[in-house]
């Protein structure tokens, strides 16, 4: 089938070295006119090679070149900036929206807590090479954190905060890891086209007392992350 050997093509241009992590690819127009092809074939293989995170669409600028994904091992605590730093990539993160709210439904039950509880919620976006590639957002128990909003959460991690300002650290994390796909805001923030393929990481974490202390749910660009971990087993 014709989109095969121009997924292929493309593949063995990125493999060779021909296209390069984040470059841009030509317009859709005239990738159809070089491989003498329709543009609902070329988007056929440009959808294959997004599935298997080869390239990646931003809404209204074109295809790119997906770089290497960053690892991800759910047995490591570190936050989102020292695990890109571990690994030599360049992060930043961008505050959206920290604000005390009446706990939703699913919040609440995340949370353990009674419908209509105080909690904070805290909404940021998360860069590699100034490329959006997650949206999280963290359910956290106000009770527990007295004045967290008065703390500066685009530049520090929650994760420092809690220690730093309120002794606390993550002793148990319970992970639940999904497929999913990016919609409306969280879609607009990515700089992504809605029903592009996302990774959904959700987290419940505990400290050190065994106490339940914030949710937060993760919405990766599918191709930015690899889950990367090695279990000990014990004899």
Known sequence: MQYLKIKDAIVEQIEDGMLTARQKLPAERKLAEAF????????EALSMLEAEGRVYREDR???????????YDPTQTLNFTNMALAQQRQPRTELLAAKQVLASKHAAKKLELPPFSDIYRVDRVRYLEERPVLYVTNFIRAELFPDLLKRDCSR?????IYREHYGVEYQRIRYRIT???????IAQ??????GTPAMVVERINYSQTGELIDCDIEYW?????????IAELSA
């Open 61 to 71: 600028r074109g295809w790119f070149v997906s770089p290497e994904p960053m690892s």
């Open 179 to 185: 497929t999913s796909s990016l919609q409306g805001e």
């Open 221 to 229: 660009r599918h191709d930015a992350i690899t889950i990367d971990s």
């Open 156 to 160: 520090n991690s929650l994760t420092d």
């Open 36 to 43: 003498d092809t329709t543009r609902v074939t070329l988007r």
């Open 189 to 194: 923030a990515l700089r992504a086209t809605a």
